[in-house]
């Protein structure tokens, strides 16, 4: 079976965020995807280990955020590569409460969408989430972040509770180009070109002249877990 048949599909990218009571979490999730008209209905698919899961499977109820291409990637590392468990992602993040107490972004995304939970159906790693919607604002005007922009022009990579992580590391490490330095952790691909713009490193700056404090920008690790690219 050729797996990178399932590259060929197509995705968005989101912030998907649910509470817990007074405690709030969200995670980066690229399956958002709308189902019926009447009634108006989303269905979002989440990994059984997540903490947004769990939160999710208990209030019924769960917020997307649709991410703008323009992005900085310090707001997909926050949401995609550390737990809930561990920090308190909204920290440091712009965000208000919607209607249904769930917490949506403000900056960075385009639209948010509020959903109450219908149906839960067990999919094997993933839960897919049926709700209907009970609420939804546009908040800019601009392009949204696909999953493919994101790995070609962005150089994101992926964390490993999301679908087809191995295959997406692979596909990194086979854009073969002199200089280029790959996460082995989350496989962000460095590219001497553009540098690290969001963290002070301006484009032209080989790996090799980062500074040893400098980390991955999306999962934090430091620059010896980075291998030249093949
Ligand atoms: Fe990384």
Known sequence: MDLKAL???SYGLYIITSRKENRHNGQV???????????????????????????????????????????PLSLISQFGFKSGREVDKFKGINYKQGSTGVCYLVDGILAYIEA??????????????????????????????????????????????APLPQLAIKENSGQSKVGKYVCSVCGYVYDPETGDPEHGVPPGTPFEALPEDWTCPLCGVGKDQFAKEE
């Open 29 to 71: 999730a690229n399956t958002v995807f709308q189902i019926s008209t009447d009634p108006l209905t989303i269905a979002i698919s989440l990994n059984k280990n997540n903490l947004t899961n769990q939160f999710v499977k208990e209030s019924k109820l769960f917020t997307v955020s649709v991410l703008a291409q323009d992005v």
């Open 116 to 161: 109450e939970v219908i149906q839960v159906v067990d999919a094997g790693t993933h839960d897919i989430f049926i709700g209907k919607v009970t609420g939804a604002e546009t908040l800019s005007e601009g392009e949204p972040l696909t999953y493919a922009y994101y790995h070609q022009v962005k150089k994101g990579g992926i964390p490993k509770t």
């Open 7 to 9: 590259h060929k599909i």
